[in-house]
């Protein structure tokens, strides 16, 4: 079970999104307080955290902190065009309310990356890039190649909210990679059923 470590007070941006450690993700930040939040996180060079927001309102108590990536633009009017990066898994432990914005105390979840198993992590990248190679031809090799934990899996790649929020909520590495092992498995079973249909049409 992943340990809690560093508790510090947060800003906290509520999205009906999930952001992920490594995703990189575009933003339009338009509302006066995010303005602000925003605005302080780029000058003071600070994190925040964004966390899933359901249709009531409500956010969940497990989310990411996050950077401020790359303004890509800043309106004359204040509002941003910006990307942000998420970095670590946060937990929210107690939130109130200043000045129209969210804080809240959060603690780092430790995920144990150290805990990885070697072989079972090469088999899994071994079945990704089979994969990503039947999908597409036009892939960055040396970039797939390059992965060391279970978000670099995940990192620019289009998931669904409820997996990325699945993903967010479970527990250590172990749980992550068995999860991302099953649901590559399954995606190749697809992609596998794909191409035998195609070749009966074809015959």
Known sequence: MSSLNHISDLPIFPLNLTVLPKDIVPLHIFEDRYKRLISSSIKNKLPFGIVYKDKNGSFVDIG???NVNNVLKLYDDGRYD???KGENRIKILSSD???DLWRSQVCLLDESYNDIDANF???IHD??????M???KNINIEFE???KVSYDFTKNVILPNDIKQHLIKLENEKQRL???NNFIDDMLKINQGNLSEANIDLN
């Open 97 to 99: 309310k200043r000045n």
């Open 82 to 84: 910006l990307t942000v």
């Open 134 to 136: 039947t999908l597409s």
């Open 64 to 66: 990411c902190s996050v």
């Open 127 to 132: 079945k990704y890039l089979r994969l990503i």
């Open 178 to 180: 068995l999860f991302i």
């Open 145 to 147: 190649l390059n992965k």
């Open 121 to 123: 992590f090469k088999s």
